[in-house]
């Protein structure tokens, strides 16, 4: 058994994707599209008809069809739940994903200039993962595919801005805020300005990630309510802006209130171990996605990859879909596959495009049109093999100050990975992790210049060592709008985990309105399973892990809150005055 923190934390982070060193490779351990084009076409049942498959008297019903689109943690959680102990003999999973490889947002598909894997940026896994480790758990790895925890820094040209310690281990648990207060060490903020923070605490009490609330804190950016609160332009430059261009992947001007105190909630302050993380010892396509397709493959389930879903087919009635019309990227081939449930695992600005190329069928439901609003926010990912060892002094790392609303991070993969080079390279230098986020600014260089940017900003951070070191191989990725984006007024735009107006189609990802956690992997996979709940007829928290109860100070101040508009409602909070009617 792997063993993880029995109550685990949060934090960071932090982007469909044109990965611009991805040969379309369909090696490796998902199926080559020669031998998936076989199984995906599996010989139906004599009884079944394109469209529907009765029964026949006495016999047992035949296996649903499901076709699961997307096979990032959204899909592929989906398709583990379906194929579960109980269920897979109700159900026929197929996953279909455009690219090679899956994993969506954390495949490893990407190619390094000598032939490296590389990974379409770094992902943690803070505590309050608790679904994602479960499912370590249950992989019965040979050996834990994560990291311990590590102190984390943060950078700015100027230097070490502030050091993130191991909460879990800094000192006493004290209640959530206290404790992060009294432990993160920040080199050159004053304690007047860290003060000017405190007035968010209202808006925490406030935002108890009700629907109301989120209504409420939806339409306003988040910059907006920290300068109506009077957070100081240093504590917010130097913080919080950083905070969600490395959270949400875009400046506080351009994401909603309601998403940035939901992802700060839920990455540092459930607890105050909340922003401990754990990194992947290796790539997360080899380390936990290999296994665990195996897994499922071993139960029936059916991937195919480089397999486009183009075109959706509606029944007379308009409110089922039938049909779903896929491209195979290797053949050009492209096939109708009948269908009886669908679940998009596709991310936002897949989803506005499908609309989009769909208006006679999709397109005709008003829910469908709205997600035509979704866009995303782009991402840089490189990795860098230098020629000589550098002394790095924090494995993870979040930066500010280098482009104008571009947020930054980097890792040191030497320490974090077990084999850092990979394979049978014989590298012996420095790997560094360099990810760069709303950065369309970015996108528009050269990878030789990409490349030369990368040193450079390393040079500034790590000195002569770094100043004295040559790249010796590099992954340039690029993800062009690719990011789910959460600007002001996006939730209202964003799915349900069951869709209202087709009734047999479901949306799981990061992207789907739930009350579990904030933008993560973790709530990919939460939502999976919810979907799949939803299509086996199951409770809706099923096989999902709860986050648990608000800390009582937390609670406290909540129903406080939520008593007083109760109060001044007359019975009906939502009449009451909300904290952003008596900001200036
Ligand atoms: C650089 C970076 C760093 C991140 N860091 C962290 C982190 O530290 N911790 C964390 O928890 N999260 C992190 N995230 C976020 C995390 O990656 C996402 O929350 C999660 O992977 C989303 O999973 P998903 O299933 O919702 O969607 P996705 O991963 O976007 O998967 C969607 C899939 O749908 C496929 N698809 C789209 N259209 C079609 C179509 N028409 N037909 C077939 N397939 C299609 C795509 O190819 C893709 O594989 C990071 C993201 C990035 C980019």
Request: proline share 6%.
């Amino acid at each position: 058994m792997l063993r993880h923190p029995s109550r685990p934390t949060c934090a960071a982070l932090l982007a469909a994707a044109v990965l611009s060193v991805l040969p379309p490779s369909a090696e490796g351990y998902w199926s080559a599209p020669a031998r998936v084009q076989g199984r995906l076409h599996p010989p139906r049942p004599p009884a079944a008809s394109l469209f529907s498959a009765p029964a026949g008297e006495g016999a047992a019903p035949a296996p649903r069809e499901v076709l699961i689109i997307g096979s990032g943690w959204g899909g592929l959680s989906c398709a583990h739940a379906l194929s579960s102990a109980g269920a897979r003999e109700s159900v026929r999973v197929t996953v279909v994903d455009a690219l090679p490889r899956p994993g969506g947002l954390v495949s490893d598909s990407a190619k390094t200039r000598g032939g490296r894997p590389a990974e379409a940026g770094q992902h943690g896994f803070w505590a309050e993962y608790r679904n994602i480790f479960r499912l370590l758990d249950a992989l019965e790895l040979d050996e834990d595919p994560l990291t311990g925890y590590a102190e984390q820094g943060q950078w700015s040209p100027r230097g070490l801005e502030g050091t993130w310690p191991v909460y879990c281990e800094a000192g006493p648990q004290l209640p959530t805020g206290i404790g992060q207060a009294l432990f993160t060490r920040f080199e050159k903020l004053g304690p007047l300005d860290l003060a000017t923070a405190l007035p968010l605490v209202l808006a925490f009490s406030e935002f108890d990630d009700s629907e109301e609330a989120w209504r409420r804190y939806d339409g306003v950016s988040f910059r907006d309510l920290c300068v109506r609160l009077g957070v100081s332009k240093r504590t917010y430059e130097e913080i919080f802006e950083p905070m969600i261009l490395t959270g949400l992947f875009a400046p506080g001007a351009q994401c909603s209130a309601a998403a940035a105190l939901g992802m700060a909630y839920f990455f540092v302050l459930r607890h105050q171990d909340s922003f401990d993380v754990r990194w992947c010892r290796g790539n997360v396509g080899e380390k936990i996605f290999a296994p665990w397709l195996e897994r499922m493959e071993g139960r029936g389930v059916t991937f195919a990859p480089s397999t486009r879903a183009e075109d959706f087919v509606l029944d007379d009635a308009g409110t089922r879909i039938v049909g779903v019309r896929c491209k195979d990227a290797a053949s050009g081939e492209t096939t109708t596959r009948s269908v009886d449930e669908v679940v998009f695992a596709v991310g936002g600005a897949a989803l506005a495009g499908m609309v989009r190329s769909n208006p006679s069928s999709l397109g005709r439901h008003a829910e469908f049109r709205k997600f035509s609003n979704l866009r995303g926010t782009s991402v840089l990912a490189t990795r860098i093999y230098l020629d000589k060892k550098i002394d790095t002094p924090y494995s993870a790392n979040a930066c500010w100050g280098f482009d104008e609303d571009v947020g930054m991070t980097w890792f040191d993969i030497t320490k974090l990975h077990d084999d850092p080079h990979s394979a049978d390279d014989a590298g012996t230098g420095s790997v560094i992790e360099v990810d760069f986020y709303h950065a369309n600014s970015l996108l528009a260089m050269d990878d030789d210049s990409v490349i030369a940017k990368v040193k450079a900003d390393l040079d500034v951070i790590l000195g002569a060592a770094c100043q004295a070191a040559q790249v010796e191989d590099a992954a340039v990725v690029r993800l062009p709008g690719a990011v789910n984006w959460y600007y002001p007024g996006s939730h209202t735009d964003m799915p349900e985990v069951r869709s209202e107006a087709l009734e047999n189609a479901y949306f799981a990802g990061d992207i789907v309105n739930t009350r579990h956690g904030s933008w993560s992997q973790e709530k990919a996979f939460v939502t999976g399973v919810e979907a799949a709940n939803m299509i086996l007829g199951r409770d809706p928290e099923e096989g999902i892990v709860s986050l648990g109860e608000d800390e009582a100070h937390v609670a406290f101040g909540r129903n406080v809150v939520a008593g007083l508009k109760n109060v001044f409602g007359g019975g009906r909070p939502e009449r009451a005055p909300s904290l952003f009617d008596f900001l200036p």
